[in-house]
């Protein structure tokens, strides 16, 4: 009796504390969401409300209907608070320039470069630096990655068609597109393309560097899963690289970044695929961390296994799992993604790889997984880190090694002590770990990432996420998150548990991916760059993104 009446208190607690975090999270995603409509109130355009310079009213004059001022206040505004992250938001251009068409798109390159090239003459190339930047989806952290103060911005974002071929092999993609614009084409018409796991992610940035999918286990990376790609080059010209035209830019364009042109199209290999996959998030409380860290372990070790009979199912994506201290509550959560991108059998039912692992006896608060659409699996991840609010990034690369897994997690535990002095108004501290496996990596076509040194040992991509509401904090997170990557570096080169790879779509502004990519490929892709954009128009004239030849890691 006293057992049972026992069982039932626990029964109720635990009921009652459930009922709290969840209440507690939507009142954060709340505040998020007012936080980001109170930013976007504030915006400052004082300092770009002057006329146009000679370059603006020149590309006023030639495409009088894809060119906004900050005078077009609503519509001005209303681009400037697209950018996912709110430092990009407060870096306010002198004006946006909006192509309808590939066209329209060599129009304005042409007059960037008759300008790069007119500055460079008259004031050495110093002044022909910072004319122009590019944006795709806008969802990078990084200050001026997609945006310009005082200068020109080229949006892409009316180049976003979704296209797939009559007989289902392939989807044309414009660079502008989001990945939900192209899971909604296609999920009804049961095809996939290896693509985005956020939703809200633009095509464009996360497919030029190198890109991470749900399907990257069955069929490699974004960018070996594309077959061509439409670009502007420097000199406006309209090209279609692909493996048998322009085939070495083709290859760099898996991995290079805006290093070369503009890309407007990518036609991406589809694939057949049943109409929903299951997928979702199990939530638990910051005392599993160290079985989180075991199961993730094991589960990923099994590609590694000298036991013929334990198989990696290619079908399961991640495990994904993180690591979070949030400021309003005072404490740390943590949340494991899972994903199975194959029909189940019975919709009720773990797919076998998961309900076999250790995750699935794991004691937790709450779990979303289920079968869903692509979209609504891709729309979760977003739904976790909203825009409107200060973003940061990091990563490195380690082995699958649990001494060097805890001593990456010790590195964000060991930050927290100085975060909570700080008072980091709004935090979410994130550390998130997920796998690179060899053979994702050999799977589609080459590219010059430099991981084909992978060959049968299981690697994981470490990276930091942080978000937080107050300007006077950048500094403190960027110095915070950088000295904790370099404390997991440390480890990783003392104990050989290391790889020079770092995954640019999640670098910090003060990283220099291309390095990872290893001296050969570095060398391969100054070599196309010089040969596509003699003049640099790309390294130099157009900010934002990681140059080739950036000596301070610049982005």
Not at 124 to 129: I, L
Not at 382 to 391: A, D, E, H, T, Y
Request: charged share 20%; net charge positive.
């Amino acid at each position: 009796m006293g057992f049972q009446l026992l069982s039932a208190f626990t029964a109720s607690t635990l009921l009652i504390l459930f009922s709290i975090l969840i209440s507690i999270f939507r009142r954060l995603r709340n505040s998020q969401i007012l936080e980001a409509a109170k930013n976007s109130d504030h915006l400052d355009l004082t300092s770009s409300s002057v006329e146009p310079d000679i370059l603006g009213k020149r590309l006023a004059s030639a495409l009088p209907d894809s060119i906004i001022f900050p005078h077009d206040t609503t519509a001005f505004k209303q681009s400037m608070n697209s950018y996912w992250a709110q430092q990009e938001c407060e870096v306010v251009p002198a004006c946006v320039v909006r192509p309808h068409d590939v066209k329209q798109l060599s129009t304005a390159v042409t007059i960037l470069k008759r300008e790069y090239d007119e500055r460079g003459k008259q004031a050495g190339d110093e002044k022909a630096k910072g004319l122009f930047a590019i944006r795709s989806g806008g969802h990078s952290p990084i200050p001026g990655a997609a945006s310009i103060k005082g200068g020109v911005v080229v949006d892409l974002c009316r180049l976003r068609e979704v296209t797939p071929s009559e007989d289902g092999s392939s989807v044309v993609i414009g660079t502008g597109a989001k990945w939900v614009d192209v899971s909604k084409v296609l999920d009804p018409k049961g095809l996939v393309v290896v693509g985005g796991r956020n939703s809200a992610v633009g095509v464009g940035g996360l497919t030029l560097g190198g890109g991470l999918s749900f399907f990257s286990p069955r069929f490699g990376l974004v960018c070996s899963n594309i077959l061509s790609y439409e670009v502007v080059l420097a000199s406006g010209s309209i090209i279609t690289a692909s493996s048998s035209t322009y085939p070495d830019l083709w290859r760099a364009l898996k991995g290079g970044s805006n290093n070369f042109g503009i890309v407007t199209r990518f036609t991406a290999r589809s694939f057949p695929s049943s109409t929903k996959i299951w997928s979702g998030f199990l939530y638990m409380p910051g005392f599993q961390a160290a079985n989180v860290l075991a199961a993730f372990h094991e589960f990923v070790n099994k590609v590694d296994s000298d036991d013929a009979s334990i198989t990696y199912d290619n079908h399961a994506a991640g495990p994904m799992v993180s690591f979070s201290y949030v400021q309003k509550l005072g404490g740390q959560v943590v949340a494991v993604n899972l994903v199975y991108t194959k029909a189940s059998e019975n919709d009720k039912k773990w797919p076998t790889c998961w309900r076999t692992s250790s995750f699935r006896s794991l004691w937790r608060l709450w779990s979303t997984c289920k079968v869903r659409t692509l979209t609504s699996a891709t729309d979760e991840l977003n739904s976790l880190n909203l825009p409107g609010r200060r973003q940061a990034f990091a990563t490195t690369t380690i082995k699958n090694d649990s001494a060097t897994l805890a001593a990456a997690h010790a590195a964000y535990s060991d930050a927290i002590a100085s975060i909570r002095r700080v008072n980091v108004r709004g935090l979410m501290w994130t550390i998130v770990f997920q796998p690179l496996l060899p053979a994702w990596v050999h799977k589609g076509d080459a590219n010059p990432l430099g991981l084909h040194d992978c060959t049968n040992k299981p690697y994981v991509i470490v990276s930091f996420t942080v978000n937080w509401d107050e300007s006077r904090d950048d500094e403190f997170i960027k110095t915070t998150t950088r000295r904790a990557i370099e404390q997991i570096d440390v480890f990783a080169v003392a104990n050989g548990t290391g790889h020079r790879f770092r995954y640019l779509n999640y670098c910090g502004e003060w990283q220099r991916p291309f390095e990872g990519y290893g001296e050969e490929n570095l060398r391969f892709l100054q070599g196309v760059s010089r040969k596509y954009d003699p003049e640099g128009l790309f390294q130099r004239g157009c900010v934002g993104g990681f140059k080739l030849d950036g000596v301070d890691g610049e982005a």
